[in-house]
């Protein structure tokens, strides 16, 4: 290798942790602009401007660095490529270990009715497979958009009242109905749901894909069945296909739907407060409005909101939204993730205080493919838990925000 060559080479190697980190940034800002409350479309347009304007700069930015090293650039750009370095090598690294290692709260336990179960037997892949925009994608080697994890879930609630104790809880989200499935994988679906007994059945937005899967709602969720209920609320995605149209349907499948709202819910003897929220792309629910109850849930499209539940004492936040990422890499996990929070709630539980979240892998997407993330439905059984010392204050600062409305509407 001649000198000038070893120089190139050299100069490649020092500026990969840089590059790293650059492809960092681009992931970040894709995240957080897709968690902003914009519609597809402009987010689509939004999404191939930052790919151009990464790709465009790496560009620049390599031919300046083989021209002259990046610790010789003036001072905002060597900076620039010293955050880079420092994304790449540490932050990136350490934030991906830490959602690998992140431990699960305490108080959830597995249950007994955990499966998983590959939704194209009997029969084959093709009987569930449809002939829609992106139906090509379920046919990729390893896709698992065909298989279903059935997640059952003993889930402690502080301070939960003995008459709620073993309440079931079942949530469906993210269904995405689109012509690229055939309505008998949705079906497959719903019947495993019904193996489960259920006091509630809640179902957490992006219900339609496709305009011509309207016509679907009704038939498909009709059959689920819930002692107490089931509620509903929309997502971003149906907020682009008809969504008076959806909640029609969905009300004539007996879902109650609640974007922007709370109701009540009495439960031998207790009373649970139920709010819904499509927000940032529907309205929001407001905390002064909602009802003094012995359990307090939230269903909330994005995890986003959890922040918010916390300071205003829910107890329960069911989400969807982010897929799980879809596609998980080996020791990397997700990468793309729609919220303002880029991977930080990327699926599973998350307690703050008294408030625990739980964030679902959903069911299908936009686009039809999943490795290392096949979809899920969900049933939580809740059980009493002692309120920690964390917990009573949390609580008392929570019941304190509640009150002050009502003080002031009151004229206190």
């Known amino acids: 290798m001649s000198p000038d060559e070893s120089g190139t080479a ?15 940034h681009l992931v970040l800002a894709i995240n957080v602009a897709s968690g902003i409350g914009r519609r597809e479309a402009v987010l689509d347009r939004v999404r191939l401007a930052l790919f151009a304007a990464f790709w465009v700069s790496s560009a ?15 001072w905002p750009f060597r900076a620039y490529a ?46 569930l497979i449809g002939d829609g925009p992106g139906a090509w994608l379920l046919r990729l080697p390893g896709n698992e958009s065909l298989r279903l994890g059935m997640r059952d879930w003993n889930v402690a609630i502080p301070g939960l009242p003995e008459p709620l104790d073993g309440l079931r809880i079942v949530q469906l989200t993210d269904i995405h109905l689109a012509p690229c499935f055939r309505p008998e994988f949705f079906e497959r679906v719903v019947a495993a749901c019904r193996g489960w007994e259920a006091d509630l059945v809640v179902l957490t ?14 038939p498909l969720l009709s059959p689920l069945e819930a002692r107490l209920g ?18 029609a349907a ?23 407060a139920v709010g819904g929220t499509s927000a940032p792309w529907g309205p929001d629910v407001d905390p002064a409005a909602m009802p003094a109850a012995d359990l307090r849930i939230l269903l909330s499209h994005s995890p986003d909101r ?44 998350f ?51 509640r009150e002050r409305p009502a003080q002031q509407r009151a004229g206190g």
């Open 82 to 127: 010293w955050l880079c370095t420092l994304s790449g090598l540490v932050i990136w690294p350490a934030s991906t270990l830490g959602l690998a290692l992140r431990p699960r709260p305490a108080g959830i336990v597995p249950g007994e009715a955990t499966r998983d179960l590959d939704l194209s037997q009997p029969g084959r892949r093709d009987d």
């Open 205 to 218: 937005g992006d219900v339609v894909e496709h305009d011509a899967a309207i016509a679907w709602v009704e």
């Open 230 to 247: 089931k509620l509903a609320i929309l997502g971003n995605h149906d907020e682009d296909h008809h969504p008076a149209e959806i909640l």
């Open 250 to 272: 969905l009300g004539r499948a007996g879902f109650e739907t609640l974007d922007g709202r709370w109701t009540t819910i009495q439960a031998d003897g207790a009373t649970i």
């Open 306 to 349: 959890f922040y918010r539940a916390a300071r205003w004492g829910v107890d329960l936040v069911l989400a969807g939204h982010n897929h799980g990422g879809q596609i998980r890499l080996p020791l990397i996990g997700a990468v793309f993730m729609p919220s303002i929070y880029s991977r930080r709630f990327d699926r599973g539980f």
């Open 60 to 74: 620049l930015l390599l031919w300046g660095h083989l021209r002259v090293p990046w610790w010789h650039w003036p």
């Open 10 to 24: 050299f100069l490649l190697m020092a500026a990969l942790p840089a590059a790293l980190g650059h492809l960092c």
């Open 351 to 401: 307690r703050r205080g008294r408030t625990l979240m739980y964030a679902s892998d959903g069911l299908a997407g936009m686009h039809p493919v999943r490795y290392g993330c096949p979809p899920e439905v969900t049933r939580f059984v809740l059980r009493p838990a002692p309120i920690s010392g964390k917990w009573v204050m949390s609580e008392c600062l929570a019941a304190s925000s």
